[in-house]
């Protein structure tokens, strides 16, 4: 089993909010230069800003604003809500054999962070996280879901990801790995089923019901 992290294990900006670390990555481009678009300065979503900052073509900016970002995931998993049933979901897997890996767009260490925290970094491994810099290398590109793919050693084809954003559906797809939508929110769902989830859920309890059943 495959995780997205914010979405079926947490809500990693619930207390500090995305459009706020947004709004300090944006002011990161500024004080390195960069001239800064309205559409830009108003982005509410923090890993936008660190594509469009890949853009300029300056490594140093591009790396600027991922240390900024780095702080930012690190400072919010502190205080970042579970999803309902995210850890149960986790030691079901694990009670049934399988392996579970985190796939994440948020940093590694960030990640690593919550799961010690909650007291489940030893039902998780490993954590594939952002590849530092490198925005193009996030999901939807299937790289880091096939990364995790070969860290569990079992094939594409019976691995199953869970998670709630079209990038997901992306990437697992292109990698040839199942995929089931978490519609944390109702107008998620057919956005998932749209970008081909070959299941659903508007809660991560149905996943666990199942592993339990099996």
């Keep these: 089993m495959l995780l997205d992290f914010d979405g079926p294990v947490c809500n990693i900006f619930a207390n500090y909010p995305a459009p706020q670390v947004a709004a300090e990555l944006v002011d990161v481009l500024r004080r390195c230069g960069v001239d800064v678009p309205p559409e830009l300065a108003s982005e509410p979503d923090p890993l936008e800003v660190l594509r469009r900052a890949a853009v300029v073509g300056d490594r ?3 790396e600027a604003v991922e240390d900024a970002l780095c702080s930012a995931e690190c400072r919010a998993v502190k205080t970042a809500e579970p999803t309902p049933f995210g850890r149960e ?3 079901a897997a694990r009670q049934s054999g399988m392996s579970v890996a985190v796939v994440s767009n948020n940093s590694a260490g ?4 919550y799961l010690m925290a909650h007291r489940l970094a030893a039902h998780v491994s490993p954590v594939i996280g952002r590849s530092y810099a490198d925005p193009d290398r996030m999901k939807p590109s299937p790289e880091p879901i096939l990364q995790a793919v070969r860290a569990v050693g079992e094939p ?4 199953v990801l869970i998670g709630d954003s079209p990038s997901d559906i992306a990437g697992s797809l292109a990698a040839g790995v199942k995929v089931i939508g978490y519609a944390n929110k109702a107008a998620k769902a ?5 970008a081909g989830a070959d299941a659903v859920v508007d809660t991560v309890r149905e ?8």
């Design 60 to 62: 140093r900016v591009t």
């Design 89 to 91: 979901v986790i030691v």
């Design 110 to 113: 960030a990640v690593s962070a």
């Design 156 to 159: 594409a084809h019976r691995c």
């Design 190 to 194: 057919d956005s998932l089923r749209v």
């Design 207 to 214: 996943i666990v019901d199942r592993l339990l059943l099996a």
